[in-house]
């Protein structure tokens, strides 16, 4: 599986983007797509998670629970991230991943994983 993530920049505090994950190949041992993001000097961190087929509920970490809306569009391959509300904090590069596990939140269980695109946000 191949993921390329798509969409961050420079954005005011409050302010709302957009970031796309396209996936190739074979995408059909997928069982859940997630996005991640390190901001510098800092670790890994989770951010959303939800199910790449069928049903399940999507799953946020509490620093963007409300703000944050995780989806996809399984015809063209693509999860999303909608970022709004963005605070200072938010900045980070952000990583698509994807995983054989169902609702993972765990890292070292994703086996691919996208570039990253840098969100920044300005105060």
């Known amino acids: 599986v191949q993921l390329q993530a798509s969409g961050g920049g420079l954005v005011q505090a409050g302010g709302s983007l957009r970031l796309s994950c396209a996936a190739s190949g074979r995408t059909f041992s997928v069982g859940s797509m997630g996005w991640f993001r390190q901001a510098s000097g800092k670790g890994r961190e989770f951010v959303a998670v939800l199910p790449w087929t069928g049903g399940g509920s999507s799953i946020y970490a509490d620093s963007v629970k409300g703000r944050f809306t995780v989806s996809r569009d399984n015809a063209e391959k693509t999860l999303f991230l909608q970022m709004n509300s963005l605070k200072p904090e938010d900045t980070a590069v952000y990583y698509c991943?994807?995983?054989?596990?169902?609702?993972?939140?765990?890292?070292?269980?994703?086996?691919?994983w996208g570039q990253g695109t840098e969100v920044t946000v300005s105060s």
């Open positions: 991943a994807a995983s054989s596990v169902l609702q993972t939140t765990t890292s070292n269980l994703y086996e691919f």
